[in-house]
């Protein structure tokens, strides 16, 4: 689902894109779900971060599992809540969120965008009408680097949330994956075009 699907302007038609999951890169992660924008708190550098990349001409887009809604735990109208004090900060900080997609399903839904499933990529590949072929995308979690592989794109990981858990998985594997300890850190290799990341 997109958030703000009348969102796009013409000013977002930059070639540059970036798509980040949420929960664990841009802010931290709970693990009784994130149910408020009090709830709602930036990790260290990641509105910055965000900032950095709208400055140097990115659009950025989130894509972000959400099943806290099918929970019952919060309504979308909760989410846009959240999702505007996190815009809020961001635009203060000189930075912008092209669009957010999230998927509100629960696992046993078996729904189509759930990630590791791709179908929020399929969304955002839609609505900027941009092919995600190596578009960067930076997440926690070992699902976020299943779904960039397996939609094209470039899977990059973070430290910060479950980052650390993620790596002994990502450790097991022959396939190289950037690896930094947190967005702001990721965010400088894709400016300076070097995400042969290291920790
Ligand atoms: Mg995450
Ligand atoms: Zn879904």
Redesign the pocket.
């Known amino acids: 689902m997109l958030q703000w699907p009348d969102k796009l302007s013409v000013t977002q038609t930059q070639s540059k894109l970036v798509i980040l999951?949420?929960?664990?890169?841009i802010n931290h992660?709970s693990p009784a779900y994130i149910k408020s924008p009090q709830e709602w708190n930036p990790l260290p550098n990641s509105i910055d971060a965000i900032a950095k990349l709208t400055q140097h001409g990115f659009m950025v887009a989130v894509a972000t599992n959400q099943s806290a809604i099918n929970r019952g735990l919060i309504n979308e109208q909760t989410l846009l809540a959240i999702h505007n004090k996190m815009l809020n900060l961001i635009t203060q900080h000189g930075g912008d969120i092209a669009q957010i997609v999230y998927c509100p399903h629960r696992p046993d839904e078996n729904c189509l965008c759930r990630k590791p499933k791709t179908g929020m990529f399929e969304e955002l590949k839609t609505y900027f009408q941009h092919d995600l072929k190596h578009v960067p995308y930076i997440?926690?979690?070992f699902k976020?680097i299943e779904v960039a592989e397996k939609a094209g794109l470039q899977p990059i990981l973070v430290l910060t949330?479950?980052g650390h858990k993620t790596l002994a998985d990502v450790k097991k594997r022959q396939t190289y994956i950037p690896i930094f300890r947190h967005l702001g850190l990721a965010v400088n290799a894709i400016i300076n075009n070097n995400i042969k990341g290291s920790i």
């Open positions: 999951d949420r929960d664990g890169v992660d997440g926690d979690s976020d949330g479950n």
